[in-house]
């Protein structure tokens, strides 16, 4: 599975990003994708998370009501629209796949919001 994340940018405070994540390969045994995120000094944390079947999905508190994860499994992609964003929110956004015991990762967008 190769994963290719795009959207990242520079942001005010308040004003909202979405991030897209492109799957390609055996996308076909992908059971759960999500994001995550990876602040300077900070360890990776997960953001949320969307299931393949039947789409249940999860996320960290510090972006409920804020963030909301959506895939469109006919493009093979993954979203993240994010709104409200806040300065704590800057960090690496990196998109995650699991086929089976296995995480698949990509190479990270940047997101950077400005106070």
């Known amino acids: 599975v190769q994963l290719v994340e795009s959207g990242g940018g520079l942001v005010q405070a308040g004003g909202s990003l979405r991030l897209s994540c492109a799957a390609s390969?055996?996308?076909?045994?992908?059971?759960?994708m999500g994001w995550y995120r990876q602040a300077p000094g900070n360890q990776r944390e997960l953001v949320a998370t969307i299931r393949s079947g039947g789409g249940r999905t999860n996320y960290a508190d510090s972006v409920k009501g804020r963030f909301t994860i959506s895939r469109d499994n006919a493009k093979n992609t993954m979203y993240l629209q994010m709104s409200s964003l806040k300065p704590e929110d800057t960090a690496v956004y990196y998109c995650n796949a699991r086929t089976g015991l296995y995480n698949w990762w990509g190479q990270g967008t940047q997101v950077s919001v400005s106070s």
């Open positions: 390969g055996s996308t076909s045994s992908i059971n759960a």
